[in-house]
């Protein structure tokens, strides 16, 4: 994607989406005020944890997209909020030490809101897989019911399952195991042409793994027990996986054309 004015990005991004608040500080490590998607209710949602990326490169001064991972009070649900953050210089004129009007420059950071990944929910697991991918969504589905019913071990061998569902039935893979066909698709162009980065195959290698081990009991005795834990962590890699296939390619087809809308662009 070509960003040809950052100006009329910004524009866009702010007449769209949602501010969830402003800061002096470049991050926000405390609480963000929003309606929850679970409960429905208005309230400060404490931030566990955040990280950002910079989407595209430029010498261009971009935005940075930030990740919040969030639990609402009222429920205690936990999901993610994907953010960009945009600046902004404010000014205020003050009185220097003779009584004369001076200005003053103050930069604040301001976070809106792109949307929101659910981490545990079976409902919010499937909603972003076509529903042509049956057999996928039934996997998910499955393994969802198990992590909500404590059945960790179940949980991760089905994560895993849907993991090769999704390399090599929908992404059309080579191989004969997992291990081939997420090796074939560093070097080869998938089905669905989706550009695959580093923190999906990194994020599959990882499922993978310990989907192995949940199927194929450890030589070392320690590892043999999952814990809740575990599978949730599973769940929140495939939902990134999940995000990083159907999802952000949705969402920067969508943005392109209505900036080449909006710019008249052919």
Request: hydrophobic share 35%; aromatic share 10%.
């Amino acid at each position: 994607m070509k960003l040809f004015n950052v100006t009329e990005f910004e524009e866009y991004i702010r007449r769209n989406f949602p501010l969830l608040g402003e800061s002096t500080a470049s991050e926000i490590n405390s609480e963000l005020t929003d309606t929850c998607d679970s409960c429905h209710k208005e309230a400060f949602l404490k931030i566990h944890s955040e990280w950002y990326q910079r989407a595209f490169y430029s010498e261009d001064k971009l935005p940075r997209f930030i990740t919040f991972f969030i639990e609402c009070p009222q429920c205690r649900r936990t999901s993610f909020i994907k953010t960009i953050q945009l600046e902004l210089t404010k000014t205020t004129i003050v009185k220097d030490e003779d009584g004369n009007d001076e200005e003053e420059y103050e930069k604040v950071y301001q976070f809106y809101k792109l949307f929101r990944l659910p981490t545990i929910e079976e409902t919010f697991a499937n909603q972003d897989i076509p529903e042509q991918y049956t057999s996928l969504k039934n996997t998910v589905s499955e393994a969802s019911f198990c992590l909500s019913h404590s059945r960790h071990i179940a949980a991760a061998i089905l994560f895993r399952r849907a993991l090769q569902i999704l390399t090599k039935e929908i992404l059309g893979a080579q191989g004969k195991t997992l291990h081939l066909q997420l090796e074939w698709l560093k070097t080869n162009k998938n089905l669905l042409g989706v550009e695959l980065v580093e923190v999906f195959h990194d994020n599959a290698k990882i499922l993978k793994d310990i989907g192995n081990q949940g199927a194929h009991p450890d030589d070392d005795i320690t590892l043999h027990n999952f814990t809740q834990d575990d599978a949730n962590g599973l769940h929140d890699l495939f939902i990134s996986i999940i995000y990083e296939i159907f999802v952000k390619p949705a969402k920067l087809q969508a943005l392109q054309e209505e900036l080449k809308k909006s710019r008249k662009l052919k």
